[in-house]
């Protein structure tokens, strides 16, 4: 057997529970993971794999890559939660390798795999890296990007330029100019701090590199223009990244100081790592590796502690490097209490939500999340509470069992936590949250139209119904889903499903 053949027994099966397991198994989630995947199954309706549309009007949200690989899986799969997901699940898989490919050939091996099994077993990386969105692939071609930045700053080859370029390339065609932005920056502020911008300018401008940086994106963002013109130009660029940095969309604002909790629920389990990581910040920016990677994840920190628009999974765009950091740091951990609190607290947390169902719907003031959260407490997979008091006893267990080193002992409880995550937790929100959207879908699919959704916005409901719907005021004979609540202003119609506050009517 090769020396490092474990390395890769141990990455696949954080892989294969991180990302994979039971990824098939729930509905898609509304907002997001419903728009992406409508937009690509509606490629398929209108037979246009160039513009993205939701229940037929344009979507400048993202740009096109994250729905053609979609697409891809589709064709395989049918169109299924697991199609659409598959994608974002195999880029997380790449970035976990990424990883341990950079800091192997940075430092060493065994580092390298501390620090890829960090970036596959936290919470943050976990959850996007099953999500039907372009964030996993956006990481993807971010990591990427940085790794050869760095390694063109160590090496001064021409394969990381052109590495860089084209990494960067395909994240403008995944997510717009952020896939330019924070390399950029963060490679401005190395650098300058180096006293290389020689060297940047170079690597910046190298023709074959500006190539590919414009080639690959420019095509379809052409083509777009030209089938939607200055509509295009006016939601993607305008109102989708000038205006989400300049101030809140959809409700979606915070404090300045939104990302540092957010931070530490993005790492758990290894929350007490990454604060030791802090500690440890003066003495790590001593070294070229450490300065690159807290100027990686400060950049992104501030940035989007800046930015209107304040969402948890942006602060994943700086997540590798803050990870990597807590990996060099797991030596000098010496409470193994403290170490493994913050995952207990959490397993805790997760252990007590059926008994508190009731109380926690209570406090809730929107009458449409009241209706939707009442009597869901049935809704849990069952032995939901067992599952995670034992991860919370587990990791108490684990303070005192000394034998087993903490890094082990932290990694371990972090696949045992995202196994438990994927069986247990996600099913049962997917049940809570888009069980009626679900039921309703299966129940109009075989329906006749025509199809209106009123007075609401999920998506997953025209993906798994596969039906466009159409966003307008009811009239006789459509089938409608909307709210409870609005029944009473309907026109005569007889009611197919009501169920916490969800309903699917036909009118007469």
């Known amino acids: 057997m090769p020396r490092y053949a474990p390395h890769y027994v141990l990455l696949t099966l954080a892989a294969v529970i991180s990302f994979l397991v039971n990824l098939g198994g729930v509905p898609l989630f509304d907002l997001d993971e419903g728009a992406f995947s409508e937009a690509t199954r509606e490629m398929f309706v209108r037979g246009d794999f160039i513009s993205p549309f939701v229940n037929g009007v344009p979507r400048f949200d993202k740009p096109v890559l994250i729905h053609w690989l979609q697409a891809a899986s589709m064709a395989i799969f049918g169109p299924t939660p697991f199609a659409f997901r598959l994608p974002s699940a195999l880029a997380a898989t790449g970035w976990v390798l990424l990883v341990y490919g950079f800091i192997a050939r940075v430092l060493d091996r065994d580092t390298a795999l501390r620090a890829a099994l960090l970036v596959a077993t936290a919470l943050g990386i976990m959850v996007i890296g099953r999500a039907a969105t372009a964030d996993a692939l956006l990481n993807l071609w971010l990591v990427a990007a940085m790794f050869g930045i760095y390694l063109y700053f160590l090496e001064r080859r021409t394969r990381w330029i052109l590495l860089t370029h084209a990494a960067m390339g395909l994240g403008f065609l995944t997510k717009g100019p952020i896939a330019l932005l924070i390399p950029g920056a963060v490679a401005l502020l190395f650098f300058a701090l180096q006293r290389e911008l020689p060297a940047l300018w170079r690597a910046a401008f190298h023709p074959l590199g500006l190539v590919l940086l414009i080639a690959i994106p420019l095509p379809w963002y052409l083509l777009q223009y030209q089938a939607q013109g200055m509509a295009f130009i006016d939601g993607f660029f305008g109102t989708h990244n000038v205006e989400r940095f300049s101030g809140p969309m959809e409700g979606h604002a915070g404090s300045l100081f939104y990302y540092l909790p957010v931070a530490l629920l993005l790492a758990l389990p290894y929350t007490t790592p990454l604060l030791r990581a802090v500690r440890e910040l003066p003495e790590r920016v001593k070294s070229p590796l450490g300065l690159y990677l807290w100027l990686w994840f400060g ?32 030596s000098a951990l010496r409470s193994r209490t403290l170490a493994l609190l913050p995952p207990v607290l959490f397993f805790a947390a997760l252990a007590a939500l059926p008994p508190l169902w009731p109380h926690i719907t209570a406090m809730q003031r929107d009458e449409d999340v009241r209706a939707l959260l009442s009597g869901a407490e049935g809704l849990f997979v069952p032995g939901f509470g067992i599952v995670f008091a034992l991860l919370a006893f587990g990791g108490i267990a684990l303070m005192l069992a000394r034998r087993l080193s903490l890094t082990r002992a932290l990694i371990g409880l972090g696949l045992a936590g995202n196994l438990a995550l994927a069986l247990w937790l996600v099913p049962s929100l997917a049940a809570i949250q888009q069980g009626p959207i679900a039921h309703a879908a299966e129940l109009a699919r075989n329906q006749a139209g025509p199809y209106v959704m009123w007075g609401l916005n999920t998506p997953s409901y025209s993906v798994h119904s596969g039906h466009v719907q159409e966003r307008r005021e009811p009239r006789p004979g459509d089938l409608v889903l909307t709210r409870t609540r609005k029944l009473a202003e309907l026109p005569p119609h007889e009611v197919l499903m009501d169920e916490r506050g969800y309903a699917l009517v036909r009118l007469k």
């Open 299 to 330: 950049f992104v920190l501030v940035f989007f502690s800046l930015s209107g628009t304040k969402l948890p999974h942006y602060l994943n765009y700086g997540m590798t490097a803050a990870l990597i950091l807590a990996a060099l740091a797991l």
